[in-house]
């Protein structure tokens, strides 16, 4: 399946007084996977929103492994875990420099309609392109 990976910096505001990633600032760098994934196949959470389709979380597992601290450079890999239906889900690995493995998690979206409100199918083109 398609994946996509980004790195970042931890910034200080990002820790706790130890110097070591919050856990919940994990939740943030998934999110910023997602829309780096999506971002990828082409599309923004910004135009599915503009074309009638929310992606809200509904369910977050994250691991932690290993301490990310103030400064280090992560790398947060992205990836399918099947083709879309009504829900997306996706599996996240987040590294450190030297590669060792510090998070894993997954997360479950659901596709629905912003006029509705209503679940929906995965939208046409979104599954044309993982088709590609």
Do not use: C
């Amino acid at each position: 399946m398609k994946k996509t990976t980004f790195s970042l910096r931890v910034r200080y505001g990002e820790t706790d007084k130890m110097g070591v990633v919050y856990h919940g600032n994990y939740a943030q760098y998934l999110e910023i996977g997602r829309t780096e994934w999506l971002r990828e196949m082409g599309f923004s959470y910004k135009w599915m929103e503009e074309n009638g389709v929310m992606l809200p979380v509904v369910n977050l597992n994250i691991n932690y492994k290993q301490s990310a601290q103030y400064d280090d450079e992560l790398f947060v890999t992205t990836s399918l875990k099947k083709i879309p239906t009504y829900r997306i889900e996706f599996y996240y690995e987040i590294t450190n420099k030297s590669g060792a493995i510090l998070v894993t998690a997954e997360t479950t979206l659901v596709f629905i309609n912003s006029n509705t409100k209503k679940l929906m199918k995965a939208p046409e083109y979104l599954l044309e392109k993982l088709i590609d």
